[in-house]
Nanobody, 122 residues
Framework: QVQLAESGGGLVQAGGSLRLSCAAS????????MAWFRQAPGKEREFVAA??????ITSYADSVKGRVTISRDKNTLFLQMNILKPEDTAVYYC?????????????????WGQGTQVTVSS
């Protein structure tokens, strides 16, 4: 099993920045691709960004492209978010899968964290 723990969420004004972290533990050696998703109240969970373990392949949702950067350091995943907008308000989840292919569907990921709340005020 793999355990994921997100941190770094909070309340920020529009235009501000936040850096989310996700620390993996347990059978972390089995983790290959890692991703961030988010879910706003009343909405489905949506893809934000993903990164492979090898080759450094990244993928971003169009809604965050240019404002968000995904990175990883060993078994810790980061999401640097800049120029935040009120529509970025959501619970942000870290997810991992035991394949190195970057996927955008939540159903393709094997392990999930509990989430961290990000609130952007206007």
């Amino acid at each position: 099993q793999v355990q994921l723990a997100e941190s770094g969420g909070g309340l920020v004004q529009a235009g501000g920045s936040l850096r989310l972290s996700c620390a993996a533990s347990g059978r972390a050696f089995s983790i290959l691709a890692m991703a961030w998703f988010r879910q706003a109240p009343g909405k489905e969970r949506e893809f934000v960004a993903a990164m492979s373990r090898f080759a450094g392949i990244t993928s971003y949702a169009d809604s965050v492209k240019g404002r968000v950067t995904i990175s990883r350091d060993k078994n810790t995943l980061f999401l640097q978010m800049n120029i935040l907008k009120p529509e970025d308000t959501a619970v942000y989840y870290c997810a991992t899968r035991t394949s190195n292919t970057v996927e955008t569907s939540p159903s393709m990921y094997d392990f999930w964290g509990q989430g961290t709340q990000v609130t952007v005020s206007s």
